[in-house]
């Protein structure tokens, strides 16, 4: 059976990510940190829906090397090798590099890089073969330093999806997807995601549909690894001419 441990799995991306993978015959490791209670509703949902796959949940704070170090160990004793890391999980708080503390930086890069790097190290070494997909951001592309750490911890991530698609080759294909205006923060709404998506050359948000059907392609394709999937509406070519006139 096909088994995957998405991190941060709960709730918006994490979450769709799990109901398409078990659409399509997967088992799934729902990771999850503060969200047990959502994280508990969807294994069970999955679990009626899919009475032949599994679906575990399973608690990491990301922050803590510990807890990181154990999540890859503890779901290969649990359920055997597994086929798929999806490292989903991230934190999203905004700064420029003046006004980014320490601990913002640290928060930033533990959670979006330093876990990463140890889950796909562990993959590598426990389960051996199979799919890695890190999910970045289009944000990737520019030098922006609105959200500096968070930015950073997504190049970071990115150039770490290349080195580890060469070393892995080719028991494990390591491929990222980059998503642009998908969901609002949690913390803001329908119209704030709306006036950054007319900003766009689709002109719209995408949702969550652009990035399952290029989780699809990644798993569909045996031949692809190291690539970066834009699911960004083609946000990661510029503002489209004319934006600014429009906007006034
Ligand atoms: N939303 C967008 O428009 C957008 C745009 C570009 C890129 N992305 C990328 O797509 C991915 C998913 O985005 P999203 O908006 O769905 O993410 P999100 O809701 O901001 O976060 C996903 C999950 O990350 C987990 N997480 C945060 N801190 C953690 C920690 N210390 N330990 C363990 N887990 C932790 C949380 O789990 P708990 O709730 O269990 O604590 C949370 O549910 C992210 O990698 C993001 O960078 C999203």
Redesign the pocket.
Known sequence: MKRALI??????????VAGFLAENGWSIVI??????K??KELSETLQSKFPNQSFAIA??????TD?VTALILNTVSRFGNFDLLI??????NGGSIKETSVDLFE?QM???FK?PFILMHDFAKHCKKGNII??????ITSNKSDFAA?SLS?KALWELTKMAALEFAPQIRVNA??????????DNNENY?NSLARKTPMKK?GGVEP?LKSIGYILDNNHLTGQLLFA?GGENLGTPPGYANREK
């Open positions: 991190t941060g799995a709960s709730k918006r991306i994490g979450k769709a990771h999850f940190n503060s969200s047990e959502q994280a608690k990491a704070n990301l922050l803590n807890e490292n989903n999980a991230s934190v999203f928060m533990n959670v979006n876990a890190n999910l970045v951001d289009t944000r968070y997504k997807i980059a998503p642009g205006v998908t969901l609002p923060p949690a995601l948000a990035i960004d």
